[in-house]
């Protein structure tokens, strides 16, 4: 498809691709990787059970590293390319692999998309080769995939399919990208915008388009098959029961919070879905629709693209508004659909604008192309400053070497002395998926679907702590995917300040509800001032140059008091729901 081009129009993105990626080979593990939902929860669900000899076991066997152990049937399927790069290559050589794969999808299929339906295969195609590079440039959340770069691949052969120009190549792209992508976070919302196109199809004609529809099916249909397991046990086990079930934290919203909801993420869009449309995309797209507005045959894709926009925005701050909260009451599966997602939109919708935007820049005079240039070239810049590398090292310092501190759990492992998969830790002032990626198996952790049970029994742990920090019972009575052994002393901001140098002063966790959910050990980022007020022995603290974090290890003594094994308020319950949060 590209074959005819001049071979400039290709080699210069390219190179500048290569530029942005090149930390990852230059530096090695001292390269600076998103924390926030990668390194602190995805990249070590996947090595877990890259590692865990489970990859092909049967729904109820138990992965056993986090959580008292969890159902194969809650983890990824075992089809994921992502799963097998990080058995082939490892988790920091996956995360390599997986950026420079994302960024070249994300560069052709939006280069393709733009050629094809913007410019009509006009030629220079400048428009189309910045629009690619832009959106290649767009520091996509890497635990995503292709599930976001390769919209723009996806809706170019689906709407090749709908005017009837497809190949079977087009059909192939289909069947692959779901092994590469989430259905459940992104393609289901993406899948139901081309569902309503079909619709607006059949309706206008008044004759369904069945190649158009196939496609959709075909491609739901390879979703499905591949997360059998996910569908299997939430679908079909009428006995499971997710931590899901208790997700309240839309309750008490009101109009105004809705509205500022969708008035920021208008601005920012989603830490899932970065556009970083602000200001320069902003300012293009506003140029074009007051210099360029002329342009009619592109007026109107500008303005539906506009239109798209916003109404992305608009879902995701209904989602929090009463009118959800109504509709979540009257009609209890709608639970199970969060249409905030559809914000997940938000770079494919704002680069595609820039590239109409830019199009109509460039045919307003001999100057346009400089113009064009300029802009795409501001945006280039910006997106350089604010890739996941030069955010993550502006604002925490953090390696991914310092991030996980393997040299340091090794001497940790070594002090303990007992085989890991005998034990569990639990983790304080630091992510658990720390220890979780060395090796340990944790009482707690960062899990995106558990047991409503298992959270119930962890509530026992910390209800004490809970019961003095209004935002960290907020976050685990009403959303509870980090079941942490949180301390009301620290901050959610704490978490990523490395080597804290200060105590937690008044700790107060239940020993004999930890105790009964396997733990035996505690790791925490900051020395215990009050370790014998909850049965702890202090071992050893522990440094290392490579790690971001002082870790101070302690024992947990069983605690065998007559007076405690009749205390109601330590026995193991599983109420039928937590207390709720203020």
């Given at each position: 498809?590209?074959?005819?081009?001049?071979?400039?129009?290709?080699?210069?993105?390219?190179?500048?691709?290569?530029?942005?990626?090149?930390?990852?080979?230059?530096?090695?593990?001292?390269?600076?990787?998103?924390?926030?939902?990668?390194?602190?929860?995805?990249?070590?669900?996947?090595?877990?059970?890259?590692?865990?000899?489970?990859?092909?076991?049967?729904?109820?066997?138990?992965?056993?590293?986090?959580?008292?152990?969890?159902?194969?049937?809650?983890?990824?399927?075992?089809?994921?390319?992502?799963?097998?790069?990080?058995?082939?290559?490892?988790?920091?050589?996956?995360?390599?692999?997986?950026?420079?794969?994302?960024?070249?999808?994300?560069?052709?299929?939006?280069?393709?998309?733009?050629?094809?339906?913007?410019?009509?295969?006009?030629?220079?195609?400048?428009?189309?080769?910045?629009?690619?590079?832009?959106?290649?440039?767009?520091?996509?959340?890497?635990?995503?995939?292709?599930?976001?770069?390769?919209?723009?691949?996806?809706?170019?052969?689906?709407?090749?399919?709908?005017?009837?120009?497809?190949?079977?190549?087009?059909?192939?792209?289909?069947?692959?990208?779901?092994?590469?992508?989430?259905?459940?976070?992104?393609?289901?919302?993406?899948?139901?915008?081309?569902?309503?196109?079909?619709?607006?199809?059949?309706?206008?004609?008044?004759?369904?388009?069945?190649?158009?529809?196939?496609?959709?099916?075909?491609?739901?249909?390879?979703?499905?098959?591949?997360?059998?397991?996910?569908?299997?046990?939430?679908?079909?086990?009428?006995?499971?029961?997710?931590?899901?079930?208790?997700?309240?934290?839309?309750?008490?919203?009101?109009?105004?919070?809705?509205?500022?909801?969708?008035?920021?993420?208008?601005?920012?869009?989603?830490?899932?879905?970065?556009?970083?449309?602000?200001?320069?995309?902003?300012?293009?797209?506003?140029l074009a629709g007051i210099w360029g507005g002329i342009q009619r045959r592109r007026l109107r894709i500008y303005m539906l693209l506009v239109a798209g926009i916003v109404f992305c925005s608009l879902a995701n701050g209904l989602y929090y508004s009463p009118v959800v909260e109504a509709l979540?009451?009257?009609?209890?599966?709608?639970?199970?659909?969060?249409?905030?997602?559809?914000?997940?939109?938000?770079?494919?919708?704002?680069?595609?604008?820039?590239?109409?935007?830019?199009?109509?820049?460039?045919?307003?005079?001999?100057?346009?192309?400089?113009?064009?240039?300029?802009?795409?070239?501001?945006?280039?810049?910006?997106?350089?400053?604010?890739?996941?590398?030069?955010?993550?090292?502006?604002?925490?310092?953090?390696?991914?070497?310092?991030?996980?501190?393997?040299?340091?759990?090794?001497?940790?492992?070594?002090?303990?002395?007992?085989?890991?998969?005998?034990?569990?830790?639990?983790?304080?002032?630091?992510?658990?998926?720390?220890?979780?990626?060395?090796?340990?198996?944790?009482?707690?952790?960062?899990?995106?679907?558990?047991?409503?049970?298992?959270?119930?029994?962890?509530?026992?742990?910390?209800?004490?702590?809970?019961?003095?920090?209004?935002?960290?019972?907020?976050?685990?009575?009403?959303?509870?995917?980090?079941?942490?052994?949180?301390?009301?002393?620290?901050?959610?901001?704490?978490?990523?300040?490395?080597?804290?140098?200060?105590?937690?002063?008044?700790?107060?966790?239940?020993?004999?509800?930890?105790?009964?959910?396997?733990?035996?050990?505690?790791?925490?980022?900051?020395?215990?001032?009050?370790?014998?007020?909850?049965?702890?022995?202090?071992?050893?603290?522990?440094?290392?140059?490579?790690?971001?974090?002082?870790?101070?290890?302690?024992?947990?003594?069983?605690?065998?008091?007559?007076?405690?094994?009749?205390?109601?308020?330590?026995?193991?319950?599983?109420?039928?729901?937590?207390?709720?949060?203020?």
């Amino acid at each position: 498809m590209t074959s005819n081009l001049p071979k400039r129009y290709i080699a210069i993105p390219l190179v500048v691709l290569a530029a942005y990626l090149s930390p990852y080979l230059i530096l090695g593990q001292d390269h600076y990787v998103r924390i926030h939902d990668y390194l602190d929860s995805v990249l070590v669900f996947y090595k877990i059970l890259a590692q865990s000899g489970l990859i092909f076991a049967p729904n109820q066997a138990i992965v056993p590293n986090l959580m008292g152990g969890l159902e194969r049937a809650w983890w990824p399927s075992e089809v994921n390319v992502f799963l097998w790069f990080n058995v082939w290559f490892g988790p920091f050589g996956a995360t390599a692999a997986n950026e420079v794969i994302s960024r070249l999808v994300a560069f052709f299929g939006m280069f393709l998309f733009v050629r094809r339906f913007i410019l009509s295969d006009e030629r220079p195609p400048l428009v189309a080769v910045l629009a690619g590079l832009c959106f290649a440039l767009v520091p996509h959340f890497p635990g995503s995939r292709l599930s976001i770069v390769a919209q723009p691949l996806v809706l170019y052969v689906f709407l090749t399919i709908r005017a009837r120009q497809d190949k079977w190549r087009h059909w192939l792209v289909l069947i692959f990208v779901p092994f590469y992508s989430s259905f459940v976070v992104y393609y289901f919302f993406f899948l139901a915008s081309m569902g309503t196109l079909w619709l607006i199809d059949t309706l206008r004609k008044r004759r369904p388009d069945w190649r158009f529809v196939a496609s959709i099916a075909l491609m739901t249909a390879v979703f499905l098959g591949l997360e059998f397991r996910l569908v299997q046990t939430m679908l079909l086990d009428a006995q499971v029961v997710s931590h899901r079930a208790e997700f309240t934290y839309y309750q008490d919203r009101n109009l105004v919070d809705a509205a500022s909801r969708f008035v920021d993420n208008l601005k920012n869009a989603h830490h899932h879905g970065y556009s970083f449309h602000w200001p320069v995309v902003v300012f293009t797209v506003l140029l074009a629709g007051i210099w360029g507005g002329i342009q009619r045959r592109r007026l109107r894709i500008y303005m539906l693209l506009v239109a798209g926009i916003v109404f992305c925005s608009l879902a995701n701050g209904l989602y929090y508004s009463p009118v959800v909260e109504a509709l979540y009451r009257v009609a209890p599966i709608t639970r199970h659909f969060n249409i905030s997602r559809f914000n997940l939109l938000h770079p494919l919708l704002w680069y595609l604008l820039f590239a109409v935007s830019l199009a109509m820049i460039e045919k307003l005079s001999k100057n346009g192309r400089i113009l064009v240039l300029l802009l795409a070239g501001l945006q280039v810049a910006y997106l350089f400053y604010n890739s996941d590398f030069s955010r993550e090292y502006r604002e925490h310092g953090i390696s991914y070497r310092q991030f996980y501190a393997e040299e340091l759990f090794d001497e940790v492992e070594a002090a303990i002395g007992e085989p890991k998969e005998s034990y569990r830790v639990a983790v304080i002032g630091m992510h658990p998926a720390i220890p979780l990626y060395n090796g340990f198996h944790t009482v707690g952790g960062y899990f995106y679907n558990y047991p409503l049970a298992y959270k119930h029994a962890f509530y026992r742990i910390i209800r004490h702590e809970l019961a003095k920090s209004p935002h960290w019972k907020g976050l685990f009575v009403n959303w509870g995917s980090m079941a942490y052994v949180y301390s009301a002393e620290l901050s959610e901001a704490d978490y990523l300040i490395p080597r804290l140098h200060r105590n937690i002063n008044h700790l107060e966790l239940d020993p004999k509800a930890l105790w009964n959910l396997g733990g035996r050990y505690v790791i925490s980022a900051l020395p215990i001032a009050n370790p014998a007020d909850n049965r702890l022995t202090p071992l050893r603290a522990f440094t290392h140059p490579d790690s971001a974090w002082n870790v101070f290890l302690y024992r947990l003594e069983k605690p065998a008091t007559k007076e405690e094994e009749q205390s109601p308020a330590t026995n193991s319950i599983e109420p039928d729901r937590l207390p709720p949060s203020e």
